[in-house]
């Protein structure tokens, strides 16, 4: 009886403050009213013939009130309908439908004092969710218990404080913080300039930074696959053809990233990284959780336990949140607007077109996915989850356009830095300590593109090397425009001028006696066969022929297409090319003729520029099932850190070379320092595995894991996967 006398004046307490903090929004929010029904035209709190102040307080108090009403009670049942609506339009129809609300709210006011232009309206509803949001923050700060109480609205479930047995510290939870695209080098030069203090404090402090080293596959499908599912066996790039199926994958469809996640599961026999207890945040794979939000491979299910937008719910639901994101994703718009504008003037190189939907794009990745993700993870803490994955990926979108390290993606570093700070506060609040693992799945590379360097594209180059039509552009052609940074300008222009004539059938002036039959065989046997399928991941190309079931080898190719592997290998914005064949098992051509056998390669040979473990890689890659006939990767400049990307992109990753290949994992001190360099994302796994054990966070036990015929089970959905337009 006493503890629950005890108890009773606390709760009192509570209430009284709860009152508080509402009647002062109440008020503050009417005050708002009344001075811009002063300040605009169009907005009116009083009847045609004039109010008196009293009146017209009473008006705008009784608008106030209604507006905060529908917001709380009507705004989460628009959102909830509204979740099969894409996010971008989404965080577009925000101002609208809270524009919306005011006009009823307005309409609620008695003897029709209250009117607003619809356009009025829109600004005034956003004024005034930004200005009670910012009012019930600001009496919150000091109140812990509300404080944790509006966060806890984030998530779905509250849990009391997690401890061990005997009332020892509770169990650290964990959680993992993606940062796309940042490569090693890159945050060690952010946190020299002071661009992320958190991160240099946490360095200086509680955290360590190792580098490690990517596959082949330098891109996220792959990375996080390992990383989360401990596998990533048979994913050669990020985007690739399948032969046996027909399929095209890639690894950011919800169809592909489905499949690729089955299989993955199917080869280790585990649900993955997030197994128990776990919530996967914005990621490409769930690992494993029971928890999603903006999970890619769960977005092609449907199912009544498919939460795969449900984290765009729990922070859209709050009418100020969506307020505050949409404006920042206007501003956002206007901030790529104006730095395209400025690289145009300056005349930037390399520059890519950053027009059409990109702004929009752009401030999706950087504003409305990461407010939601930072939302999610901060809810996740605070219900105590064991172990946490998300992904935030402001950073590699705007690398790909802008360029890896500039005033752009500073900008975007500062503000990724104080989400991180965000969520360490959070984790202060929490149920359980938490200790952050900062890591990502890969860098980026800077550099020209292949088509700005040469004048064509690669599908151009292979097109005209296996013998069909190419664009007149093309054939215009006569040398390419590479860098010259290595001071052979003009041996390069002379290599790519002889590649492109090899490409277009006129023979070498070393070659002049060939006859014309020849040529014309080489013609009708092109003629006749599929045209092959080219496809980009970066600077990694990929070229197969779907008419031919199987790998094709280099002597199939030389008999169908003489010229191809000729053209390819001696161009020089191309690194070097791995090939089947018939002799050697598989090869690796590079320029000068050179050919080594893929099982003779060693760190010193043909690969020794892209740095060591590169011929490890692509031994790796080359035992694929779905390796492509022809794997092209591209040149790589050491002097300058360049790469040519084979799509439109100045800051590129998927192949070897450079920082693409560097990214970092900044773990805290308490944890184990892996054993030696860590090679690929699989290793990567294993360590996040084992610093999950060592805070006895449990996991599934990989002898109680299902079996492999029964990994379906694992995934937390009811449906089949819905395929998209490629299958």
């Known amino acids: 009886m006493g503890e629950r006398r005890g108890r009773t004046p606390g709760r009192w307490r509570s209430a009284g403050r709860a009152l508080f903090r509402v009647i002062t929004v109440w008020v503050v929010s009417t005050l708002t009213l009344l001075v811009l029904a002063a300040l605009l035209p169009d907005f009116q709190l009083q009847s045609a013939d004039g109010d008196s102040v009293t009146r017209t307080a009473l008006t705008a108090a009784w608008c106030a009130g ?27 129809l925000v101002f609208v439908l809270n524009g919306s609300l005011l006009l009823v709210a307005l309409w609620l006011v008695p003897d029709g004092r209250g009117a607003a232009a619809p356009e009025t309206a829109v600004v005034v509803a956003a004024v005034m969710s930004a200005v009670a949001s910012a009012t019930a923050t600001a009496l919150a700060v000091r109140d812990d218990d509300a404080y944790r109480r509006r966060l806890y609205r984030l998530t779905d479930r509250k849990r009391p404080r997690i401890a061990r047995e005997g009332g020892a510290e509770p169990v650290p939870g964990t959680v993992f913080l993606q940062l796309d695209g940042v490569g090693h080098h890159v945050l060690r030069d952010a946190v020299a300039d002071g661009r992320m203090p958190t991160v240099a404090d946490w360095l200086a402090s509680t955290h360590t930074l190792v580098p490690w080293r990517t596959d082949w596959s330098s891109q996220t499908g792959a990375s996080q696959l ?50 128990f207890d776990g919530a996967s945040r914005g990621n490409l794979f769930s690992g494993g959780a029971d928890q ?20 765009y719910f729990a922070y859209f639901s709050d009418p100020a949140n969506a307020v ?81 390290q500039g005033p752009d993606t500073d900008q975007v570093l500062e503000r990724l830095d104080r989400a991180i700070a965000l969520i360490a506060e959070v984790a202060e609040h929490a149920p359980r300590p938490y200790r952050i693992v900062l890591l990502s799945d890969h860098g980026q590379s800077p550099g020209e593109t292949f088509e700005s360097a040469y004048g064509l594209t690669l599908r151009d180059l292979v097109r005209a090397g296996c013998g069909l039509p190419v664009p007149r552009r093309v054939r215009r052609t006569r040398r390419g425009r590479p860098r010259t940074e290595s001071g052979q300008g003009s041996e390069a222009r002379d290599a ?25 065989a080489a013609a009708v046997a092109a003629a006749r066969a599929p ?177 492999k015929s029964d990994a379906d089970v694992i995934l937390p959905v009811d449906e089949p996967a819905v395929p998209d337009k490629n299958g």
């Open 531 to 707: 045209e092959p399928v080219v496809l980009a991941s970066g600077n990694l190309g990929l070229v197969s022929f779907p008419g031919v079931p199987h790998r094709m080898t280099r002597e199939e190719i030389d008999r169908l297409h003489p010229a191809l592997l000729r053209t390819l290998a001696h161009h020089p914005g191309i690194g070097f090319l791995l090939v089947a064949s018939e002799e050697h098992g598989s090869v690796v051509l590079a320029r000068d003729g050179v050919e080594v056998p893929v099982a003779d390669l060693a760190d010193d040979g043909p690969l020794a520029v892209f740095g060591p473990g590169a011929a490890a890689s692509v031994r790796r890659t080359d035992g694929f099932p779905h390796v492509a006939d022809i794997m092209v990767n591209s040149m790589y400049d050491p002097a300058a850190g360049t790469v040519h990307a084979f799509e439109e992109q100045i800051g590129s990753h998927g192949g070897l070379g450079g920082e693409q290949g560097r990214p970092f994992l900044l773990r805290p001190r308490e944890f184990a320092a892996p054993p030696g360099d860590l090679v690929g994302a699989e290793q990567v796994h294993q360590v996040l595995r084992g610093w999950l054990r060592e805070s006895e966070g449990p996991q599934v036990p990989l002898e109680n894991s299902p079996p």
């Open 324 to 404: 505050r994101t949409a404006g920042s994703f206007v501003a956002e718009v206007f901030r790529e607007l104006f730095q395209s504008t400025r690289a145009r003037l300056r005349r930037a190189s390399p520059r890519v077109s950053r027009g059409g939907l990109y702004p929009f794009v752009r401030a999706f990745a950087t504003v409305v996915e990461r407010d939601v993700v930072v939302a999610a993870v901060m809810g996740d803490m605070l219900a105590g989850r064991t172990a946490v994955y998300a992904d935030l990926v402001a950073y590699d979108e705007v690398a790909h356009h802008s360029g890896p």
């Open 496 to 520: 790519a001028r002889d590649a492109l004539r090899s490409a277009l059938h006129r023979p070498f002036d070393t070659a002049a006696e060939e006859g014309k039959e020849g040529a014309e």
């Open 66 to 92: 209604a507006f905060g009403l529908l917001g709380a009670l009507v705004w989460p049942l628009i959102v909830r309908a509204l979740l099969l609506v894409p996010a971008l339009v989404l965080g577009l």
């Open 292 to 311: 999603i939000a903006l999970v890619l491979s769960m977005a092609a299910r449907r199912g009544r336990r498919n939460r795969s937008r449900a984290g």
């Open 226 to 275: 390992g990383i989360l599912h401990g596998s990533n066996e048979d994913v050669p790039a990020f985007r690739w053809y399948e032969k046996d199926t027909g399929r095209l994958m890639v690894s950011n469809r919800p169809a592909s990233a489905v499949e690729l996640q089955r299989r993955a599961v199917g080869r280790t026999g585990d649900g993955g990284l997030l197994t």
